[in-house]
């Protein structure tokens, strides 16, 4: 009876749009990375929510009723796109009869048409490929000059939906800009001694971030993506990076480390957990703090398999 009362509640809240701060628009994202960037530009007239959280998969996110209540009252939804979302968040968008945030509506924002994107599949793809994303890869975000462009996009929707605020989107936008370019000049400048050097990454979080820091990703713990790693594509693995002398393990934080931790060990290599989003760590407060983070690990480790 509880239960059945509990979910009387969320239905009737869900049916009474619920009070907001005066004036700022409402605004959900998929992601923190998109939450981040959506509260760089938006500053005071915006309140900005992600629905999934930096330590989560985002492929995986548990639907919870208080999301639904979050999504009905949204002015504007952000999403990473490209499918990253498509097993968790549909259903939400529409449980949340919400009319602003449906698909192709005014308020349905998809950040992947601003960014470049990579590994867009040629020819047919099957679930024999494992999850392999038709649109191309959606971990987009881990490059900074695509973190740009999202921005960009997401000043320029709202100044459209505030034209009031324009020239402050406008001005918020340019002092993020000057902000981002002056970091990624000293995270290239960081990164530059260690160009070229090859890495395997448990899943294939990091294309956008390994082109924009020259580094080479030569192989994956996944045997393809999405799929759990087998003794043979493990004994493989090793195999490689003993010929290839490539001692860097790449994790993100929601993945088990038993099996990198073996492959460390049959290659004298080193497992670096690296958060690809902001949140995968209490520290990694915004999209500048992500790369801080990330870049300093990479750093260490390789400074310590060299």
Same mark, same amino acid.
């Given at each position: 009876m509880a239960a059945v009362g509990?979910?009387?509640?969320?239905?009737?809240?869900?049916?009474?749009?619920?009070?907001? %701060? !005066? &004036?700022?628009?409402q605004i959900m994202t998929a992601t923190t990375d998109l939450a981040a960037l959506a509260q760089e530009i938006g500053g005071d007239k915006v309140e900005v929510e992600s629905v999934a959280r930096g330590?989560?998969?985002?492929h995986f996110v548990d639907a919870k009723p208080s999301f639904?209540?979050?999504?009905?009252?949204?002015d504007l939804l952000i999403v990473v796109g490209l499918d990253l979302e498509i097993g968790w968040l549909p259903p939400l968008i529409t449980q949340s009869t919400n009319p602003k945030?449906?698909?192709? %509506? !005014? &308020?349905?924002?998809d950040a992947s048409r601003f960014a470049k994107i990579l590994e867009i599949p040629t020819g047919q793809v099957?679930?024999?490929?494992?999850?392999?994303?038709?649109?191309?890869?959606?971990?987009?975000?881990?490059?900074?000059?695509?973190g740009l462009r999202i921005a960009k996009g997401?000043?320029?929707?709202?100044?459209?939906?505030?034209?009031?605020d324009a020239a402050y989107f406008a001005q918020r936008y340019s002092d993020f800009e000057q902000r981002l370019k002056q970091a990624d000049q000293r995270w290239l400048a960081e990164m530059k001694p260690y160009a070229g050097r090859k890495v395997v990454t448990y899943h294939r979080s990091w294309p956008n971030f390994a082109e924009h820091f020259s580094l080479n990703v030569g192989g994956y713990v996944e045997p393809r993506p999405g799929i759990p790693p087998?003794?043979?594509?493990?004994?493989?693995?090793?195999?490689q990076m003993k010929r290839d002398a490539v001692k860097i393990i790449v994790v993100e934080p929601y993945f088990d480390l038993k099996t990198p931790n073996s492959i460390a060990r049959e290659t004298a290599g080193q497992v670096v957990v690296l958060p690809p989003s902001v949140g995968g760590e209490k520290e990694i407060t915004d999209y500048f703090k992500l790369f801080d983070y990330d870049i300093a690990k990479l750093k260490q480790a390789f400074d310590a398999t060299h």
């Open positions: 509990a979910l009387a509640l969320v239905f009737a809240l869900l049916a009474t749009p619920p009070a907001r %701060a !005066a &004036g700022k628009l330590y989560q998969d985002p639904l209540l979050k999504l009905k009252r949204a945030i449906q698909v192709g %509506a !005014a &308020g349905y924002f099957t679930r024999a490929e494992g999850d392999v994303h038709p649109l191309g890869n959606p971990h987009y975000w881990l490059d900074p000059e695509n997401i000043a320029d929707k709202l100044s459209q939906m505030r034209s009031a087998s003794p043979q594509h493990t004994v493989e693995l090793i195999q």
